[in-house]
C-alpha cells in the first residue's frame, strides 16, 4: 500500500505530516512513502532527508496523491474551490488523515464523501488514556501554549522576572492565563519559568489543583455548576448566562490587575466564549498584553483581529494564526508521530493491508465519512 504525504497548501501553514523518523516506521508497517517534492522544507526536512529514510518523492500533488491508498496531512485536503483540487486527486476509496477542521466547513466534509473517501478527522481522537499517544490537539496545543507567552513576551514592553539592580527595582510581571487546557497548562508553566505572577482562571472547578500544582493561583466564581463544567471528554462546557455574568465581573475586577492576558477557551464544535470585552480592554493599563489563541474561533477577546498585532487604548492584542505552526520543526515531529500511531491501528500486523476496526473506540470516534456517508454523529444530517 502506498502512503502518501503531499505539500500543505493551505495559507501559512508551515508543518508537515510525516518526520524521516515516522517515514522509516511506516516503511517498517509494510507501506510504501512517496513524499510531495518540498514538503518538508518550511519544517527542516529536506527532500534528501526522505529519500535517505525510505520513501520516494513526487514532482507535484497529482504524482503525490493519484496511486495513494492512504493520505496524511496537518490540514484538510485543498477542494474545486482552490487553485489544486486534493480531493479530485485522490483515488475514490482512498483513506484519508488529518485535521479536518470538520465543524468549520460542511462542503468540504461532503465532497470527501461524494468521493467515497474513508476519513478520519484527527481533532476527534477521543480524550482516553489509549489514545493519549495519537491526540493531536494535545500535543499542537501545549506548543501553542508556550508559544503564547513567547509571542507576548516579544510584545511585551517589560521583562517578566523581578530585578533587583543598582538603579532600582523592576516589579515581576503579572500574567493572567485564561482557560487551563493543555495550552493554558503550558503557558502557564512557561510564564512561571520566565518569573512572572501568574493567575488561571477556567469554569471547570477541577482545573483548581492543576493551576496550584504550577504555582498559579486560581480564580473562579464557586458555585454548583462549575463542578458540573466539563464534558465526559474533558472539554469545558457552555455555561449559563448567569454563570457568564457572574465570571465577567470577576474576570474584570482581575484583569485591572494584569500585564499580559493569554485567552485560551474554546468549545468543540461552537464559537468561542468572548472572555475580554471591549470595556475590560478599556480598564487595563497602557503596555498591556493580551494573546488571543482563539482568534480562529471568533476569539476569546471582542477586539482581537485574526492573523495581526493591534494596538487598542495602549493595549496590543496579539491574534496570529496557526500558533503551532509558528514552531513548525517541533510541531511536524509531534503530530507525525501522532499520525504514525493511529495509522498503526489500520494497518493488519500480517497482510499489511487496511483494516478498519469500527469496534475500536477511537477509530469509531474519529471516522467522519465512510462509502459516500458523513458518519460521524456530531456532523451526520439532521
Known sequence: MIVAIPKERR???????????????????????????GAGIDAAVTDDAYKAAGASIAKDA??????????????????????IDEIALMKQGAVLCCILNAYNDKPLVEALAAKKITTFGMEFVPRI??????DVLSSQSNLAGYKAVLDGASEFGRAFPMMMTAAGTIPPARVMIMGVGVAGLQAIATARRLGAIVSATDVRAATKEQVESLG???VMV??????????????????????????????????????MAICTALIPGRKAPILITAEMVASMKPGSVIVDLAVEQGGNCELSEPGKVVNKNGVKIVGHLNVPGRLPVDASQLYA???LNFVTLLIDKDSKALKIDLEDEIVKGTLVTKDGEIVHPALKPA
Open 129 to 134: 488514556t489509549r489514545a493519549q499517544s495519537m
Open 222 to 259: 464557586d458555585s454548583e455548576e462549575a463542578k458540573q463544567a466539563e464534558t465526559a471528554g474533558g472539554y469545558a462546557k457552555e455555561m449559563s448566562e448567569d454563570y457568564k455574568k457572574q465570571q465577567a465581573a470577576l474576570i474584570a475586577e482581575t484583569l485591572k490587575k494584569q500585564d
Open 62 to 83: 497529482k504524482a503525490t496523491l493519484e496511486k495513494a491508498d492512504i493520505v496524511l496531512k496537518v490540514q484538510r485536503p485543498t477542494g474545486s474551490d482552490e487553485k
Open 216 to 218: 498559579a493561583t486560581f
Open 11 to 37: 495559507a501559512g501553514e508551515t508543518r508537515v505530516a510525516a518526520s524521516v523518523d515516522t517515514v522509516k516506521k511506516l516503511i517498517g508497517l509494510g507501506l510504501e512513502v512517496v513524499v510531495e517534492k
Open 337 to 339: 508521530k501522532n499520525l
